[in-house]
């Protein structure tokens, strides 16, 4: 069966830093893409950045608005992605949720989300 | 980034009714060389993940009830429930994943009359 769970969320000041980290199973890691998409509350969803797999040289991409203070990483061996959050902003609380595309072009398995509050 | 744009916000259909989300993208999905539309559609209920419903705009997920469908082409999509039932309350998102980032749509709410 495939899961995704995500962790390290929580409180942070504006400008502080935090990583958050995605544990999949029940597949080959190695083998997919991974994303990271947020919400904020009472909000729509906002795609944040992508792992291309290890055929794809492990590329990661990401939306404007965390280009340059977001960094996705990942370990196979570990079988975990992560999003390292920098600079961060009050606009960047939101739920974190991590998914995995599997069979299809699109984010199909997703995790519950993890909640990151940016405040003072 | 493309631009996309959902219609209307919000409706309210009553039950055994058609339900119809639009969905526009400020630039064409449609990648030529395949023919494929990079466009999926999530539900969202409420406290939950999203879950894909279609993708390849009009290729539902494996387990997806055959009352949604998915159509259109280039930059005009729809997503039909054909008889909303009750456990279909929820917000619908688009999804161009055509070329990063893949933006979503701002997601339209369905409810039942």
Redesign the interface.
């Not at chain 1, 991409?61 to 404007?64: I, K, P, R, V």
């Not at chain 1, 069979?103 to 199909?108: D, G, N, Q, R």
């Not at chain 1, 997703?110 to 989300?113: M, N, R």
């Not at chain 2, 990063?100 to 997601?107: D, I, K, L, M, S």
């Given at each position: 069966e495939v899961q995704v769970v995500e962790s390290g969320g929580g409180l942070v000041q504006p400008g502080g830093s935090l990583r958050l980290s995605c544990a999949a199973s029940g597949f080959t890691f190695s083998d997919h893409y991974m994303?990271w998409?947020r919400q904020a509350p009472g909000k729509?969803?906002?795609?944040v950045g992508?792992s291309r797999n290890k055929a794809n040289n492990y590329l990661s991409?990401?939306?404007?608005s965390v280009k340059g203070r977001f960094t996705i990483s990942r370990d196979d061996s570990k079988n975990s992605l992560y999003l390292q959050m920098n600079s961060l902003k009050t606009e960047d609380t939101a739920v974190y949720?991590c998914?995995a595309r599997i069979?299809?072009?699109?984010?199909?398995y997703?995790?519950?989300?993890i909640l990151v509050t940016v405040s003072s | 980034?493309i631009v996309m744009i959902q219609s209307p916000d919000s409706l309210a259909v009553s039950l055994g009714e058609r339900a119809t989300i639009n969905c526009k993208s400020s630039q064409s999905v449609l990648y030529s060389s395949n023919n494929n539309n990079?466009l999926?559609w999530?539900q969202?209920k409420s406290g939950q993940?999203?879950?894909?419903l279609i993708?390849?705009a009009s290729t539902r997920?494996?387990g997806v009830p055959d009352r949604f469908s998915g159509s259109g082409s280039g930059t005009d999509f729809t997503l039909t429930i054909s008889s909303l039932q009750a456990e279909d309350v929820a917000?619908y998102?688009c999804?161009q994943?055509y070329i990063?980032?893949?933006?979503?749509?701002?997601?339209t709410k369905v409810e039942i009359k």
């Open positions: 994303d998409v729509g969803l906002e795609w992508r991409e990401y939306g404007a949720y998914a069979a299809a072009p699109a984010p199909e997703w995790g519950q989300g | 980034d990079y999926a999530y969202q993940p999203p879950k894909l993708y390849w997920e494996s917000v998102y999804q994943y990063a980032p893949y933006t979503f749509g701002q997601g």
